[in-house]
Nanobody, 117 residues
């Protein structure tokens, strides 16, 4: 079994910054792509940023130039540095990882990010 534990959420004013972390633990034979998703109340869960195990990245258009995803493969951890935060970034942020030879999909429990105007 694999567990993903997020941390770093909170309340911040517009224009501020937060850094999210997600550590994977458990039976990790191989860790493939890792990603951050977010879900605002009444909306679907959307991908925010993704990073492959080789370091290639992809971002939602709404966060390009403001958010940076990175990972530490030695620690099985992915990070999301969020700068110039806007009220519309308010959501529950979820960590996602593809693990193992079958690339099984795992989710974290989510961490709340609230940006006040």
């Amino acid at each position: 079994q694999v567990q993903l534990v997020e941390s770093g959420g909170g309340l911040v004013q517009a224009g501020g910054s937060l850094r999210l972390s997600c550590a994977a633990s458990g039976s990790i034979v191989r860790l493939h792509a890792m990603a951050w998703y977010r879900q605002a109340p009444g909306k679907q869960r959307d991908m925010v940023a993704l990073i492959t195990n080789g370091g290639s990245t992809d971002y939602a258009d709404s966060v390009k130039g403001r958010f940076t995803i990175s990972r530490d493969n030695a620690k099985n951890t992915v990070y999301l540095q969020m700068n110039s935060l806007k009220p519309e970034d308010t959501a529950v942020y979820y960590c996602n990882a593809l693990v193992g030879i079958n690339a099984k999909n795992y989710w974290g429990q989510g961490t709340q990010v609230t940006v006040s105007s």
